[in-house]
């Protein structure tokens, strides 16, 4: 078992560009979250999805931000247009029950 | 809604020591209980859990016990170690709100030689 597999580990990217963040959960996970995790704010929860289906995207900061599970195997976190503000670590996490749920390693995003 | 409070950090032991991390919880259903551990770089792992009350979970020396009456899952070791030094989140899955996972503030544990 590969774990939790996020892409990239690392992202430098321009202000005012588009970032696509990218996850494979564990096969047969059925929920998947993304969380941001900055010094400021502690880890906090943008979007999750049962089944495929966002459930809850209360967290999303704003329009600038968007998920998307199109299977059970791969899910996106898209930011554009990116600003410096949107600089931390995205991790995405999945999960079945209440077994706990299993942490990628994350991706440390800067936005200069 | 949910909510979990953690002791504040940082905490700085002594290899050998003794550790606790208060964590307390407030759910409207039945919540299962989770200690994740962040090493420096890395994401969260899960240290261990329990899903009922009076459950002792426990994993790598450390132990947990889920207390309903004082709603609390207070982290313990026996004698920390230099490599226990990490960030420790207590979090909660409350059953009855679709699973959402929500964590404590997190507490810094430096073990010094």
């Known amino acids: 078992d590969a774990g939790v597999i996020q892409s990239p580990r690392h992202e430098v990217t321009e202000m005012g560009q588009e970032v696509t963040l990218r996850c494979k959960p564990i096969s047969g996970h059925d929920y998947l979250f993304w969380y941001r995790q900055t010094m400021m704010r502690g880890l906090e929860l943008l979007i999750y999805?049962?089944?495929?289906?966002?459930?809850?995207d209360s967290g999303m900061p704003e329009d600038r931000f968007s998920a998307k599970m199109p299977n059970a195997s791969f899910s996106t976190l898209k930011i554009q247009p990116s600003e410096p503000r949107d600089s931390a670590v995205y991790f995405c996490?999945?999960?079945?029950?209440?077994?706990?749920?299993?942490f990628g390693s994350g991706t440390r995003l800067t936005v200069v | 809604g949910n909510s979990v409070t953690q002791m504040e950090g940082p905490v700085t032991l002594s290899e050998e020591a003794f550790l606790t991390i208060n964590c307390t919880y407030t759910a409207t259903g039945y919540p299962s209980l989770f200690w994740y551990v962040q090493y420096p770089g890395e994401g969260l792992q899960l240290l261990l859990k329990a899903t009922k009350a009076d459950d002792k979970g426990s994993n790598k020396g450390f132990e947990a016990t889920y207390r309903k009456e004082t709603t609390s899952f207070h982290l313990e070791k026996g004698s920390v170690q230099v490599s226990d030094s990490a960030v420790y989140f207590c979090a909660l899955s409350d059953l009855g709100s679709a699973r959402q996972l929500t964590f404590g503030s997190g507490t810094q544990l430096t073990v010094l030689p």
């Open positions: 996490a999945s999960g079945h029950r209440s077994y706990g749920y299993t």
């Open positions: 999805f049962n089944n495929n289906v966002p459930i809850d």
